[in-house]
């Protein structure tokens, strides 16, 4: 029950440690995995360098898997990324079969400090590391302590007589375990602990550390499965190099010992180290021939002819839900989305207003369905975010985000529920604006189209001064509508017949069409009263008649 116990801490404290650096770093390091694709070399470098970081090469595979699903790196390249993560794993394993006792409590205290000053932020994902290290040493030290006596134990030569008679068994047990506790790093930590305490014969152990390396890609390729065939691409091919390493390897595990005992008498070092050199091995083998694999892969698991449904969200990834930055930026990338959708609505509406193109109308429809659609697969989306570990500036853009995308739905209902009945009705009664009305409405429709356009900017950068141009914007747009409607009553006066009989038309298209405006320069707002430059009212000081 010590060992159980050992070993559900030591999973708690991979976990823990795990948390805290995708929730400090995460976002950073996946912006920096995706711009490390320039070479094999760069590319294995990058993944060596995360993970060692991530402690996890998981995590490293399905943030690369991901990329690969969207297009935005080859098979070749998330292989040599996964292949320089495998080798990282191996170097924590390696700092952590160190004797670091004496750096557990002062981990475990500073850590509790770190965590406890900051209710969110980077400060807190640090002391989170810190204590889940502290936690892994710790576990390790029970592990070993409770192992001790099994050594003389006669129940346990009769447990483990199956595996030393068939290391096939044994590396297929490995394989589960990893599998099922999801870290091949903590199994790999439990396996040093029973060889050094020696619980576990070294060539049984050895034989489990080729599991280990199996077991490690069966999760990155369960979860991604349902996913496209390009993300799958990444984790099928770590398990077919892993599985070609381990049937080259295990004929020659009885020569390896006798090497392995040369570099170090502890029996628990060469198991790390074993699973060090296995993994460089690996490396060096196949990275000269990763594009070669990169091209079966693509054989093996073809590319399926994509739905071509406008409708579908491209960038809302659910595995990125217990990272609040990532979720956030794929959130915002399906909000621009909307923005683009939108345009093109304003786009086809002026073109219907000046061609009566019926069929253009129905398509616009069509469009403010896909807005819609996307509306609710984001608002869903979202409130599956976890918000418990969201820092200050991710609650900001968390709500940034709801507003903007909110703001662009009601544009488009005013598109669709206005502005289409108003074009419907002008197609019907062939009604024509005049030439200079027609000018006025396409004035109006312009800077519109540009508010959605800086607006789109605004939200992604957050400038200050293209905040205050989008709201600047919305002066001009109102100069416009004034002088637009003094020129309109002199038409009337003029009794121009199109004017006439348009007139009412004509007033009710720049009214929706301001309301479009004034739902997309929301975006605007946040910004400039964070910074405090919106003034609390537009009216002046006024004394009341009689107040010298």
Known sequence: MNIIAGVCLLLWGVALLKLGMTRGLGADLRRFLSKATANRFKAFAAGLGVTALLQSSTATVMIVAGFAGQGMITAGAGLAIVLGADVGTTLVAQVLSMDLRLMMPVLMVGGYILFSIEHNGKIKNVGRVFVGLSLMLLALGLIKTAAEPLRDSETLPLILAPLEKDLIFAVVVAALLTWIAHSSLAIILLLMSLVAAGVVPLMLGLAMVLGVNIGGTIAPLIATLRDQREAMRIPLGNLMIRVTGVLIAAPFLPYLQSELESFAADPGRQIVNFHTAFNLCLALAFLPFIQVIGSLLERILPSKAVDDDPGRPMYLDRKDLDTPAIALSDAKRETLRMADVLEQMLVDVITVLKTDDAKLLE??????????????????????????????????????????????????????????????????????????????????????????????????????????????????????????????????????????????????????????????????????????????????????????
């Open 363 to 548: 398509k616009i429809r069509e469009e403010d369905d896909i807005l819609d659609r996307l509306y609710l697969e984001i608002k869903s989306y979202m409130a599956e975010v976890t918000q418990e570990f969201m820092d200050p500036k991710d609650v900001k853009e968390y709500m940034q985000i709801l507003m903007f995308s909110t703001n662009i739905e009601h544009a488009g209902d005013v598109i669709d529920r206005n502005l289409l009945p108003l074009a419907r009705k002008k197609i019907r009664n062939k009604y024509q604006f005049s030439e200079a009305g027609m000018k006025e409405i396409e004035h109006i429709h312009a800077l519109v189209v540009k508010s959605v356009q800086l607006a789109q900017s605004v939200f992604m950068s957050g400038d200050i001064d293209l905040a205050r141009t989008v709201v600047q914007d919305k002066t001009a747009l109102r100069q416009a509508e004034m002088e637009g409607m003094a020129l309109h009553m002199r038409r009337l006066r003029d009794g121009v017949p199109e004017t006439m009989e348009t007139s009412a038309l004509h007033l009710d298209i720049i009214r929706d069409l301001r309301r479009v405006n004034t739902y997309i320069l929301t975006v605007a707002y946040p910004i400039l009263e964070e910074e405090g430059q919106l003034s609390e009212s537009r009216l002046k000081d006024h004394k009341p008649k009689g107040d010298e």
